[in-house]
């Protein structure tokens, strides 16, 4: 049997993609340009951007393509060389630089990227915030966190029918699993069935909205109560300032002492005209002995070197960095903020998220040229430059007062130092950690309790093997050892869904429904159960991956909304 999707690049990511979709039962093989430890089955060796490695994968008779390698460039080079080897492969790209990947979106026909930042950061961001989110789910042009309910003895839904918990706008009933049957989620709400202790559902939330941001009063009332920063910050330019003042009141009182008919005007004139360079009243001094002629030029070369260094320091302070870090600490919110630290691509898009919220943010980063730095501060979020490890720093970020702090640096060493260290300076933050190992990231947080311990790839593996099955993937998540995902699939004359009830459709297909997008209204709840599908509607639902394949028997792919 030819396979139906092939993974290119089998590091930790890719691994995790090519055994979730054959954990699913999809045909899928690997491509790999070292041995895999063990006897792993359909996996290929030798070079990813080679003609005859492609081939031998089955790349002509393919539908998809997934590139997984960390390296922009490489992936570039294998989308290539597959595109000339069969144009209409559908390839999932995953990529660092979001831009980019794009341009190539809008650029070429079934080219869909991702990147493992963007895919992750919505989890962090909503474990910072208390959400204990499994995944993330694009509805409303929102994203939902996704998370899931145990239902026990106490639950406050305990004995509840999943009737009552059905018509909610403001959630989303996504997976049901019984403890004692297989019932699928549409006939248990259909038949009102109490939820049991052991049963698990998959809830989606819609995000709520922090009111708007402080007013430009506040911020101003802000900066003066950040006096003591700015006395640090400009202490040296002070210091000069003052010292060239005291240089231009001596010759000033000298020249007035020496000719009593001198006015001060006339003295102060010549004396900033002597010093800045800029002349005038010479014959203050051409009227006066030799003596103030040689304390003349004295103050000349004096004045010379103090308003040069004068110059150079109110250039620093101005143009330089000084200016920009005594703004960006005089915005450090006081309490209810978010300390973001590592500004990478994680950091990056976390701040993304939590700044579309309305939430106060901190950024401490250690690298002063980073290359976000502007981006950030155009959002008009502070940064701390320094040590996010060291107790001065994360003081400096007001940490005893934060929401939470996001350790989300590329060193999971690093991340580790600094959660603990803002734990011993804050006993009760919340605290989340980025770890690259979901395995040690379990152990992490059993032994030192933090509120999240995340791996992106842990985070992002699920999406990718969802994309790669086909279509929009809205969202997606696991439940047991189940991928389920979310879609959005319009509906045609040849759809097979056209002309049928939702709710008799997701019974014979074992889909949820979210909701209808029709040409006028937006259908959701009881109404959305009872509604006849047309052609022209949008139908946005939640299955099980491997029921995927079903469905794309009789639809094409080209119907999936993209």
């Not at 992750?120 to 994203?143: C, D, E, H, S």
């Not at 309490?335 to 401490?364: D, F, R, S, T």
């Not at 950690?433 to 379990?442: E, I, K």
Request: proline share 4%.
């Amino acid at each position: 049997m030819k396979p139906r999707i092939i993974i290119c690049g089998l590091g930790r990511t890719g691994y995790k993609i090519f055994r979730l979709l054959k954990q699913q039962g999809v045909a899928v093989v690997g491509i790999s340009n070292r041995v895999m430890p063990g006897d792993e089955n359909n996996i290929i060796i030798g070079d990813l951007r080679a003609v005859s490695t492609l081939l031998a994968a089955g790349l002509e008779h393919s539908q998809t393509l997934v590139l997984a390698c960390n390296d922009d460039a490489l992936n570039l080079a294998i989308l290539t060389q597959a595109r000339v080897i069969n144009p209409r492969i559908r390839i999932v790209n995953r990529l660092f630089n979001s831009s980019l990947g794009t341009r190539l979106d809008q650029t070429l026909p079934d080219h869909v990227s991702m990147s493992v930042s963007s895919l992750a950061a919505p989890v962090f961001a909503f474990a910072a915030m208390g959400n204990q989110a499994i995944g993330q789910l694009k509805l409303y042009n929102q994203t939902w966190p996704i998370h899931e309910e145990i239902i026990t003895e106490s639950h406050p839904w305990m004995g509840t029918q999943l009737s009552d918990l059905w018509d909610e706008r403001t959630r989303m009933l996504i997976y049901y699993l019984p403890m004692d049957s297989n019932l699928d989620l549409v006939s248990a709400v259909v038949q009102g069935k109490q939820l049991q202790p052991g049963d698990r559902l998959i809830i989606g939330t819609q995000p709520r909205f922090r009111p708007k941001r402080q007013s430009w009063l506040q911020k101003l009332l802000k900066v003066f109560t950040n006096f003591q920063q700015f006395q640090h910050h400009a202490q040296p330019m002070l210091v000069v300032t003052l010292f060239l003042l005291l240089i231009i009141f001596t010759a000033t009182l000298t020249y007035v002492c020496v000719n009593l008919e001198t006015s001060i005007v006339d003295a102060l004139y010549f004396s900033v005209g002597m010093i800045t360079g800029a002349g005038g009243q010479e014959e203050v001094a051409e009227k006066s002995p030799d003596s103030i002629k040689v304390f003349t030029a004295v103050m000349m070369l004096v004045g010379a070197g103090v308003i040069g260094i004068c110059y150079a320091l109110l250039n620093d302070f101005v143009l330089g960095t000084r200016l920009k870090q005594f703004w960006d600490a005089a915005r450090v919110p006081y309490k209810n903020h978010y300390v973001v630290c590592g500004l990478g691509n994680v950091g990056l898009q976390i701040l993304y998220q939590l700044h579309a919220q309305g939430h106060e943010l901190v950024v401490i980063e250690s690298n002063p040229n980073n290359r976000f730095l502007n981006i950030v501060r155009s959002l008009g979020i502070a940064v701390i430059h320094g040590d996010a490890s060291l107790p001065a720093t994360l003081t400096a970020a007001h940490i005893q007062r934060a929401e939470a702090l996001l350790a989300v640096t590329s060193d999971d060493t690093a991340n580790l130092e600094i959660a603990l260290s803002a734990k011993s300076l804050a006993s009760k933050l919340s605290v989340v950690v980025r770890n690259q190992d979901p395995h040690f990231s379990h152990m992490v947080q059993q032994v030192f309790e933090f509120e999240a311990v995340l791996s992106p790839i842990e985070l992002a593996t699920p999406s990718f093997a969802a994309a790669a099955l086909g279509g929009q993937v809205l969202g997606n998540g696991m439940i047991g050892d189940t991928l389920w995902v979310a879609l959005a699939t319009k509906i045609t004359t040849e759809h097979p869904f056209c002309g049928r009830r939702v709710k008799d459709a997701a019974r014979s297909a074992d889909f949820v429904p979210l909701y209808v997008e029709t040409k006028y209204q937006t259908i959701h709840g009881w109404d959305l159960l009872e509604l006849n599908l047309a052609a022209g509607d949008l139908l946005y639902l939640t299955m099980p991956a491997v029921g995927l394949e079903q469905l794309w028997r009789t639809t094409p792919p080209q119907m999936m909304v993209r």
